[in-house]
Nanobody
Framework: QVQLAESGGGLVQAGGSLRVSCAVS????????MGWFRQVPGKEREFVAA????????YYSATVNGRFTISKDNARNLVYLEMNSLMPDDTAVYFC??????????????????WGPGTQVTVSS
């Protein structure tokens, strides 16, 4: 079974940087698409970024493109999200996600079958 565990969230000032990580077990990320989403209370889970199994892409939402970078360490089966120029609107719980298969299925949360518990990122103004 695929299991995901995020880490690295915390409190950061606006304009700062933070990197969150996702440890993946039960699947090799070298051949699997992986995604990052975020959610604030009362809103739907929002796509942030995705990376494809063969390092194709990556894909970013318009709100983070140019500020966030998704990457992965195949040897350690870790997926990263490097966040720069953070803004208060980036405050959310960040989730790592994997599709049921190995292929990228787009930015819709419902198409991802496996989720971590999330890590809180808070950006102060």
């Amino acid at each position: 079974q695929v299991q995901l565990a995020e880490s690295g969230g915390g409190l950061v000032q606006a304009g700062g940087s933070l990197r969150v990580s996702c440890a993946v077990s039960g699947r090799s990320i070298s051949i699997s698409a992986m995604g990052w989403f975020r959610q604030v209370p009362g809103k739907e889970r929002e796509f942030v970024a995705a990376i494809i199994g063969d390092n194709a892409g990556p894909y970013y939402s318009a709100t983070v493109n140019g500020r966030f970078t998704i990457s992965k360490d195949n040897a350690r089966n870790l997926v990263y999200l490097e966040m720069n120029s953070l803004m208060p609107d980036d405050t959310a719980v960040y989730f790592c996600a994997a599709p049921s298969g190995y292929c990228y299925t787009g930015p819709t949360a419902a198409r991802y079958a496996f989720w971590g518990p999330g890590t809180q990122v808070t950006v102060s103004s």
